[in-house]
């Protein structure tokens, strides 16, 4: 079963607000990654977290690797329609051995 | 460069059956990944195959198996199918595998099991 926590399960907002999303972990991750689902298709990878404390950016996303390398955020800034979709957290913990998803995060945003 | 692909897109069985499922990965890679994508259980990973070989394994039963090409295409194997069986699998690929290297996922394939 899952290990990552992820929250909200979904979100329905209004176009050009901000989002935000979170991931969280009972171990310690060695990597973190968000990934965007559409319907229909397979998870596209929107970013990628390698150190503890990165934060980085994909134009209107911008992603964290938490200090204690249990948690994760994903931002997205004046979120537009074609923000819609799922959004998931992944990642590799110590064995890194397999990918681990959070639950995923349901985004609806009403134009 | 292509994406990865996979065949068929969908795909209808009844109990019982069995089912094999392919995937071409992205041009150099050498790993392909496996996962089963449900509305109750989320993405789990069932494995890992890395030039032609097993590398790692998710709690799966047996039913599910695998192999993989010298050319590094794969395909998955579920025999004797459940209706539990019913789901999107998808399959990534990456050069130098789980743990390793970021992994690029393809459209999956849609299987239900009646």
């Known amino acids: 079963g899952q290990q990552l926590n992820q929250s909200p399960q979904s979100m329905f907002i209004q176009e050009g607000e901000d989002v935000s999303m979170n991931c969280t972990s009972s171990?310690?991750?060695?990597?973190w990654l968000w990934y965007k689902q559409d319907p229909g298709e397979g998870p596209v990878l929107l970013i990628a977290l390698y150190k503890a404390g990165e934060l980085t950016s994909n134009g209107r996303l911008t992603a964290q690797f938490g200090i204690t390398r249990k948690d994760s955020f994903l931002n997205i800034s004046a979120s537009i329609p074609s923000d819609v979709g799922i959004y998931f957290c992944a990642g590799y913990n110590n064995a890194g051995n397999m990918l681990t998803f959070g639950g995923g995060t349901r985004l609806m945003v009403k134009p | 460069k292509a994406g990865v692909t996979q065949t068929p897109r969908y795909l209808i069985k009844t109990r019982g059956q069995q089912v094999t499922l392919s995937c071409s990965p992205i041009?150099?890679?050498?790993?392909v990944s496996w996962y089963q994508q449900t509305p109750g259980q989320g993405l789990q990973f069932l494995f890992e195959?890395?030039?032609?070989?097993?590398?790692n394994k998710g709690n799966f039963p047996g039913r599910f198996s695998g192999r993989q090409f010298s050319n590094s295409r794969s395909e998955m194997n579920v025999s004797t199918l459940e209706l539990g069986d019913s789901a999107l699998y998808l399959c990534?690929?990456?050069?130098?595998?789980?743990?390793?290297?970021?992994?690029?996922f393809g459209p999956g394939t849609r299987l239900t099991v009646l």
């Open positions: 171990s310690i991750f060695n990597t």
């Open positions: 195959y890395f030039s032609e070989t097993q590398r």
């Open positions: 990534a690929s990456s050069f130098g595998g789980v743990g390793t290297d970021t992994q690029y």
């Open positions: 041009s150099g890679h050498r790993s």
